[in-house]
């Protein structure tokens, strides 16, 4: 399997790309997608760095695992391909949006749209078997999105970090809170939603804000 990823992501990753749990993740990947039907599809696994550059991060989402259901993961996390229905966390994702900054819910659950606005939208886990969540946990992509989410924070300053749910925000501990926004809640899943721990944390009117005070564009949600 071919490591496709964009040019800018590969400069200040390829000490990954040597390592030994990376080359065996890729072999166990590689055995996966050889073996069983795994998503998102093999060309769009590194999506996330493709649809939005190093240089242009300006927010990244951090998800768990890509949806597991035929058809939906198109290697963003949290986004569908176009005209395929919307997964409760997307929905409770939108709704959010819809109330936070008052614009109407939209028809396309693809994220590409965000992505080439400066929002990586990353799983913590890049791949998965059909219809076993978490089936490609702790076999190294946790190492390899650790490593994106340590070198964002060490070269990179004023980029806004949204943790949604207690994996999430684990991650954070590769974060320096000095040089840059880390904004937390629940996730946006039905089971915490309806908890009480997702709806009203004005993530994205709070990320604009912040932009705004950098001077930097803001997000069309």
Known sequence: MEVKIADSWKNVLKEEFDKEYFKKLISFVKNEYNTFICYPENSTIFKAFEACSFEDVKVVILGQDPYHGEGQANGLCFSVHENIKHPPSLINIFKEIESDINIPYPESGDLSRWAKQGVLLLNATLTVREGEAGSHQKQGWELFT????????????????????????????????????????????????????????????????????????????
Not at 192 to 208: C, D, E, L, P, Q
């Open 146 to 221: 650790d490593a994106v989410i340590s070198a964002i924070s060490e070269h990179r300053e004023d980029v806004v970090f949204l943790l949604w749910g207690g994996y999430a925000k684990k991650k954070g501990a590769k974060i320096d809170v000095s040089k840059h926004c880390v904004l937390t809640s629940g996730h946006p899943s039905p089971l915490s939603a309806n908890r009480g721990y997702w709806f009203g944390n004005k993530h994205f009117s709070k990320t604009n804000i912040f932009l705004e005070n950098k001077n930097m564009l803001t997000i069309q949600w």
